[in-house]
């Protein structure tokens, strides 16, 4: 099957600083990749669509500026959480579809994202 | 648009138990519809699938049908395991490709 693998699965930063998340799909390419982030009542909510070779579509009330997408390749899309909050502390999932499949999303492990 | 409905939890039940967690759904044709499974700590995984009408999906000993007289896609297992105990997530595409539409999650908690 598909395999998507995220890193770092678990990461601790300062208030204030920037972290980037890695995406990356192992065996198949992904045109497109889903970033979600899944609050402690475990709904998800999808963040921002990353596209190949142009720019994220984020879904309303989600902040541009303060979530950096960038997919630079056909395998690997990169969430940078910048100047973070301890609100932005959360899980963040990144998923991929397989093109010519019947639809289904393949999912990352997960980034646990902790600020201080 | 495509939106899905599932019913809330925890459940919490013990080891053996009949499992059922309800999904209805709302959308335009006849989508696939999807359970996925997120174990503590993990990512989703997919647990099963039905691509037309009247399909069953089954694996690890769940199963679902594809019902579009009553729009729903209940999960099913007939003996819960402790390793069972996870969250679980209906889901539907919307008329966007490849993006999903997920019910609010069902935390299920087998005891021993």
């Known amino acids: 099957g598909a395999v998507v693998s995220q890193h770092p699965s678990r990461v601790i930063c300062k208030s204030g600083t920037s972290v980037k998340i890695e995406c990356r799909s192992l065996?198949?390419?992904?045109?497109?990749m889903f970033w979600y982030r899944q609050f402690p009542k475990q709904s998800l909510m999808l963040m921002a669509t990353s596209n190949e070779g142009s720019k994220a579509t984020y879904e309303q009330g989600v902040e541009k500026d303060k979530f950096l997408i960038n997919h630079a390749s056909l395998t690997l899309s990169t969430l940078t959480v910048t100047s973070a909050h301890p609100e932005d502390s959360s899980f963040y999932i990144c998923s991929a579809p397989l093109q010519g499949g019947s639809g289904e999303l393949f999912f990352g492990e997960g980034s646990r994202l902790t600020v201080l | 648009g495509n939106s899905v409905t599932q019913m809330e939890g925890p459940v919490t039940l013990s080891e053996e138990a009949f499992l059922t967690i309800n999904c209805t759904y709302t959308a335009t044709g006849y989508p696939s519809l999807f359970w996925y499974v997120q174990y503590p700590g993990e990512g989703l995984q997919l647990l099963l699938k039905a691509t037309k009408a009247d399909d069953k999906g089954s694996n690890k000993g769940f199963e679902a049908t594809y019902r579009k007289e009553t729009t729903s896609f209940h999960l099913e297992k007939g003996s819960v395991q402790v390793s069972d105990s996870a969250v679980y997530f209906c889901a539907l595409p919307t008329d966007s490709w490849g993006k999903l539409q997920f019910g609010a999650g069902t935390q299920v908690v087998v005891t021993p």
């Open positions: 065996d198949f390419q992904a045109t497109t």
